[in-house]
C-alpha cells in the first residue's frame, strides 16, 4: 500500500514539474456520451484552457479574463463545457471519435493537465450456450456445453448439481461461466455492456428423463414391428380377395339379368309377330291349304308364319293358284 501511495506522489509530481500527464482509458459505447473531468486542486493559474483532440483540433477554448468558451465547429452540437469545474462532455460518440483527448492550461507556460485516451466500442452480442444431455442413471442428470461468444469458447460438463466455474478472455471482451444447483450461466461482457444466457437445468433433466423415457417406448415399439406388418398385409389380401368375389358375382348376376330380358323381348315379339301374320292370311286360304293337305290343323301355318320363315313360293301366288277354278 505504501508503494502505490508513493508512486501516486511522484506521478503528480512530475505531471507538476514537466507538464507530462498519463493517459487515463476510458471505454464508451457507441452513440453515448462520455465525460472527461479535470482535478481543479491540480489546476494551475492559466488565461485560456483548451481541450484538444489527437488531430490538434480545439475542441473548445476557455478565457479565464473574459470567462468565454469558443467550441470547435465540428463539435459545437455535440460538447458541453462546464466553467466551473472544466469538464468536457463528448455526445453521441461514434468509432471515428475514438483516440487521445487532452486538457492544457496557457498562461506564464503551457501545461498538458490531463490527457485520455477515449475508446468507443458497440455493445456485446448475447452468449449461446449450447446443451447436450445424457442421463448417466435414473436419478443423476449429466450435461455437456459450450458457452460461445464472440471469438471465445468454453467447453464444461454439469455433474452432481455442479460445474467448474471458467473464464477466458480476448482483448477487450470476457466470458465467464457458472453454475448452481438451478441453473447453467454464461456471461458475455466487455468494458461498455454484459449480456449473459441462463438455462434452468433442473427443467433440462426432467425433459430430457421424459424424452428417454419415450425412446424407451419407441424401441419397444419397434420390436413388434414385423408382426404388425404381416397382419396388415394379411388384411390387404383377404380385402382384395373379397372385391375380386364381389365384383364377380356383380357381373354374373347382370349378364343373367340381360340373358332373361332378351329371352322374354324374343317371346313377345315372336307373339306379336304370330298373332299379325295369321290375322293377315284370308280364311279361304287357310281353308283350302287345309283341304290340300287334308290335315285339319292350322296350327302348321300358323307355327311357320309365326317363326318369320321366308315362304317359297310368293303369297300372291298362293293366292292365285287357291282361287283357280278347278
Same mark, same amino acid.
Given at each position: 500500500?505504501?508503494?502505490?501511495?508513493?508512486?501516486?506522489?511522484?506521478?503528480?509530481?512530475?505531471?507538476?514539474?514537466?507538464?507530462?500527464?498519463?493517459?487515463?482509458?476510458?471505454?464508451?459505447?457507441?452513440?453515448?456520451?462520455?465525460?472527461?473531468?479535470?482535478?481543479?486542486?491540480?489546476?494551475?493559474?492559466?488565461?485560456?484552457?483548451?481541450?484538444?483532440?489527437?488531430?490538434?483540433?480545439?475542441?473548445?477554448?476557455?478565457? =479565464?479574463?473574459?470567462?468565454? +468558451?469558443?467550441?470547435?465547429? *465540428?463539435?459545437? $452540437?455535440? @460538447? %458541453?463545457?462546464?466553467?466551473? !469545474?472544466?469538464?468536457?462532455?463528448?455526445?453521441?460518440?461514434?468509432?471515428?471519435?475514438?483516440?487521445?483527448?487532452?486538457?492544457?492550461?496557457?498562461?506564464? =507556460?503551457?501545461?498538458?493537465? +490531463?490527457?485520455?485516451?477515449? *475508446?468507443?466500442? $458497440?455493445? @456485446? %452480442?448475447?452468449?449461446?450456450? !449450447?446443451?447436450?444431455?445424457?442421463?448417466?442413471?435414473?436419478?443423476?442428470?449429466?450435461?455437456?456445453?459450450?458457452?460461445?461468444?464472440?471469438?471465445?469458447?468454453?467447453?464444461?460438463?454439469?455433474?452432481?448439481?455442479?460445474? *467448474?466455474?471458467?473464464?477466458?478472455?480476448?482483448?477487450?471482451?470476457?466470458?465467464?461461466?457458472?453454475?448452481?444447483?438451478?441453473?447453467?450461466?454464461?456471461?458475455?461482457?466487455?468494458?461498455?455492456?454484459?449480456?449473459?444466457?441462463?438455462?434452468?437445468?433442473?427443467?433440462?433433466?426432467?425433459?430430457?428423463?421424459?424424452?428417454?423415457?419415450?425412446?424407451?417406448?419407441?424401441?419397444?415399439?419397434?420390436?413388434?414391428?414385423?408382426?404388425?406388418?404381416?397382419?396388415?398385409?394379411?388384411?390387404?389380401?383377404?380385402?382384395?380377395?373379397?372385391?375380386?368375389?364381389?365384383?364377380?358375382?356383380?357381373?354374373?348376376?347382370?349378364?343373367?339379368?340381360?340373358?332373361?330380358?332378351?329371352?322374354?323381348?324374343?317371346?313377345?315379339?315372336?307373339?306379336?309377330?304370330?298373332?299379325?301374320?295369321?290375322?293377315?292370311?284370308?280364311?279361304?286360304?287357310?281353308?283350302?291349304?287345309?283341304?290340300?293337305?287334308?290335315?285339319?290343323?292350322?296350327?302348321?301355318?300358323?307355327?311357320?308364319?309365326?317363326?318369320?320363315?321366308?315362304?317359297?313360293?310368293?303369297?300372291?301366288?298362293?293366292?292365285?293358284?287357291?282361287?283357280?277354278?278347278?
Amino acid at each position: 500500500m505504501a508503494v502505490h501511495h508513493l508512486l501516486v506522489f511522484l506521478l503528480s509530481l512530475l505531471t507538476f514539474k514537466t507538464g507530462f500527464s498519463a493517459e487515463i482509458s476510458v471505454f464508451v459505447k457507441t452513440g453515448d456520451s462520455v465525460q472527461l473531468d479535470i482535478q481543479t486542486q491540480e489546476l494551475p493559474e492559466f488565461d485560456v484552457l483548451s481541450w484538444t483532440n489527437d488531430k490538434s483540433e480545439n475542441i473548445v477554448r476557455y478565457i =479565464s479574463a473574459t470567462k468565454e +468558451v469558443k467550441p470547435h465547429n *465540428s463539435y459545437k $452540437d455535440r @460538447v %458541453d463545457f462546464n466553467d466551473e !469545474t472544466f469538464s468536457l462532455t463528448l455526445k453521441n460518440m461514434q468509432k471515428t471519435d475514438t483516440g487521445l483527448y487532452t486538457a492544457r492550461a496557457s498562461g506564464e =507556460s503551457e501545461k498538458n493537465i +490531463v490527457t485520455y485516451k477515449v *475508446s468507443v466500442i $458497440d455493445a @456485446v %452480442d448475447a452468449p449461446v450456450l !449450447t446443451v447436450n444431455s445424457n442421463w448417466s442413471s435414473s436419478d443423476s442428470c449429466t450435461v455437456n456445453f459450450t458457452c460461445r461468444a464472440h471469438d471465445l469458447m468454453i467447453n464444461s460438463s454439469y455433474q452432481n448439481n455442479r460445474c *467448474s466455474p471458467q473464464e477466458v478472455t480476448s482483448q477487450i471482451n470476457t466470458l465467464i461461466l457458472n453454475c448452481s444447483e438451478e441453473s447453467i450461466i454464461c456471461n458475455h461482457s466487455n468494458p461498455v455492456s454484459w449480456k449473459k444466457y441462463r438455462i434452468n437445468i433442473t427443467q433440462l433433466c426432467v425433459n430430457n428423463k421424459e424424452h428417454n423415457k419415450g425412446d424407451d417406448e419407441t424401441k419397444a415399439l419397434l420390436q413388434f414391428w414385423p408382426y404388425i406388418l404381416v397382419a396388415v398385409c394379411l388384411f390387404l389380401a383377404i380385402a382384395l380377395f373379397l372385391a375380386f368375389l364381389y365384383s364377380k358375382c356383380k357381373k354374373g348376376a347382370q349378364e343373367e339379368g340381360s340373358r332373361v330380358h332378351a329371352q322374354v323381348e324374343a317371346q313377345e315379339m315372336q307373339k306379336n309377330n304370330s298373332d299379325g301374320h295369321t290375322n293377315d292370311i284370308p280364311e279361304q286360304v287357310q281353308d283350302q291349304t287345309q283341304e290340300q293337305t287334308g290335315d285339319n290343323r292350322p296350327n302348321t301355318i300358323y307355327c311357320t308364319v309365326g317363326q318369320h320363315q321366308k315362304p317359297a313360293v310368293p303369297l300372291e301366288t298362293i293366292y292365285s293358284v287357291v282361287c283357280k277354278q278347278p
